[in-house]
């Protein structure tokens, strides 16, 4: 996705949302929710490309109201946090739900406050709002542990050889093998890092997901459609009929 195109795709994500509070609270009363899709990935594994080619397929059969399937990665988050206040922009849609306040998740299940940690703290809570809204994938910054709560969420996990991603990454920066190399070590260790450091976490442990994929064995694309083949079906009110 190019860094421009994506934002606008949010900038209007957002507005759909805060334009039309009303139907879209009408929808959730017989739908109950929209679904979700946080994507944990090891660096170089194509979450970008899936994450696409997973909207296409949900986009194409979306139903009302139509707020499409939209992306947010780390960057487009901080971007939607700088331009926007997210959780009180959107206070008007209401989900049915034990949890359907950010401000309750946010004091049941983290133990830092607004004091510490500032950026961590509003990013939770941006990311919470999202998930809460659905028709979203959410990559990175611990989505899946900060929505692991909400019930309209579904947690992928992509793996792939490292000589695999390492040669992604030297298609989609331009970098030697090693730069690659070095590149996909410091990422690995900074995701690692801020999940175990805010979260006490563990990004490898597999129970945090719903699906592990292998993008090398699988594709893309084939990836990609597996997980928007098991959410139409976990979410059967949502989605009538499975991907064909």
Request: net charge positive; charged share 25%; glycine share 4%.
């Amino acid at each position: 996705m190019k860094a421009l195109g994506a934002y606008e795709k949010c900038r209007r994500y957002i507005e759909c949302h805060s334009e039309h509070p009303d139907e879209f609270n009408h929808y959730l009363k017989t739908k109950g929710y929209f679904p979700t899709v946080t994507i944990s990935r090891q660096t170089g594994a194509g979450a970008a490309m899936v994450g696409e080619k997973f909207i296409e397929i949900m986009n194409n059969q979306l139903t009302e109201p139509k707020c499409e399937w939209t992306y947010f990665d780390k960057n487009l988050i901080e971007k939607v946090l700088s331009d926007y206040n997210l959780p009180k922009m959107l206070v008007n849609i209401k989900i049915e739900d034990k949890y359907s306040n950010v401000e309750t998740l946010i004091k049941d299940f983290f133990w830092f406050n607004e004091s510490n940690w500032s950026l961590v703290y509003k990013t939770s809570k941006t990311i919470l709002k999202l998930a809460e809204m659905g028709n979203v994938v959410i990559v990175g910054r611990g989505s899946n542990i900060i929505a692991s709560k909400l019930k309209n969420v579904f947690h992928v996990r992509l793996i792939a050889p490292l000589e695999s991603r390492i040669k992604h990454i030297q298609e989609y920066f331009g970098m030697s093998i090693k730069e690659a190399e070095e590149y996909i070590r410091r990422e690995e260790e900074t995701r690692r890092r801020y999940l175990k450091s805010y979260f006490y976490k563990e990004i490898e442990n597999p129970v945090h997901y719903h699906l592990i994929l292998n993008t090398q064995l699988l594709g893309y694309d084939g990836a990609a459609e597996i997980i928007a083949r098991t959410v139409t079906k976990k979410f059967p009110k949502v989605y009538a009929e499975a991907v064909h």
